[in-house]
């Protein structure tokens, strides 16, 4: 069992009596796909920006636009925000929502990569995507690149590619797009897989 700080523990558990900080970073470990030493490092940098321990919405976005300072990451945050709340936290994404959505896309198998995918693109929750969110998405991305898109893209050419892309997933052509028609097109794309695999990230 590794050597724990603490100071560490203390942070990680913040809500925790003494006694039961070393089960929480144990927990953690065995509930996602990070080591403790992993969990310690990501929470110390999640500590820093979110001194609470619970990140708003405004603040989220706050700190994604300092990843994509060349454009408006705004609305790309919002909808990755709406990924991660949970209902018990009042709107606000605690460290553990953080952990397991980051564990699931960083880690997950490409299943789980694609699960969360689509729920990006499942604006409204209802289990399946319409071109109207997958515009919405797409765009969000497009405002949040800004002038790093190559080449530059305009409205239009983005709602023709939403338009190509869209029915190419719906095989069904019932209009609106499941997480089987999704898995199934993805998974038929080298380039997708080879894409959602390097997502792995090394701390």
Same mark, same amino acid.
């Given at each position: 069992?590794?050597?724990?700080?603490?100071?560490?523990?203390?942070?990680?558990?913040?809500?925790?009596?003494?006694?039961?900080?070393?089960?929480?970073?144990?927990?953690?470990?065995?509930?996602?796909?990070?080591?403790?030493?992993?969990?310690?490092?990501?929470?110390? #940098?999640?500590?820093?920006?979110?001194?609470?321990? &619970?990140?708003?919405?405004?603040?989220?976005?706050?700190?994604?636009?300092?990843?994509?300072?060349?454009?408006?990451?705004?609305?790309?945050?919002?909808?990755?925000?709406?990924?991660?709340?949970? #209902?018990?936290?009042?709107?606000?994404?605690?460290?553990?929502?953080?952990?397991?959505?980051?564990?699931? *896309?960083?880690?997950?198998?490409?299943?789980?990569?694609?699960?969360?995918?689509? #729920?990006?693109?499942?604006?409204?929750?209802?289990?399946?995507?319409?071109?109207?969110? @997958? &515009?919405?998405?797409?765009?969000?991305?497009?405002? @949040?690149?800004?002038?790093?898109?190559?080449?530059?893209?305009?409205?239009?050419?983005?709602?023709?590619?939403?338009?190509?892309?869209?029915?190419?997933?719906?095989?069904?052509?019932?209009?609106? *797009?499941?997480?089987?028609?999704?898995?199934?097109?993805?998974?038929?794309?080298?380039?997708? *897989?080879?894409?959602?695999? @390097? &997502?792995?990230?090394?701390?």
């Amino acid at each position: 069992m590794d050597k724990i700080n603490d100071l560490d523990l203390e942070d990680l558990n913040y809500q925790l009596p003494r006694r039961h900080r070393t089960e929480e970073l144990a927990k953690l470990a065995n509930s996602t796909k990070f080591t403790r030493k992993e969990i310690q490092l990501i929470y110390r #940098g999640f500590k820093q920006e979110c001194p609470t321990g &619970l990140v708003d919405e405004d603040n989220f976005k706050a700190i994604f636009s300092q990843f994509f300072p060349q454009g408006d990451a705004s609305q790309y945050a919002h909808y990755v925000f709406n990924t991660i709340k949970q #209902g018990q936290n009042n709107g606000k994404i605690g460290f553990e929502d953080f952990l397991n959505i980051l564990s699931r *896309v960083s880690r997950g198998t490409v299943q789980e990569k694609l699960q969360w995918i689509f #729920g990006l693109y499942d604006l409204n929750g209802d289990g399946l995507i319409t071109q109207a969110e @997958m &515009l919405d998405v797409v765009n969000s991305i497009y405002d @949040m690149l800004g002038r790093n898109t190559e080449p530059q893209v305009e409205t239009t050419s983005a709602k023709e590619h939403v338009e190509k892309i869209f029915h190419q997933i719906d095989t069904n052509k019932d209009g609106v *797009v499941t997480i089987e028609e999704l898995v199934d097109w993805c998974l038929q794309d080298e380039k997708i *897989v080879q894409s959602l695999e @390097m &997502l792995d990230t090394v701390l």
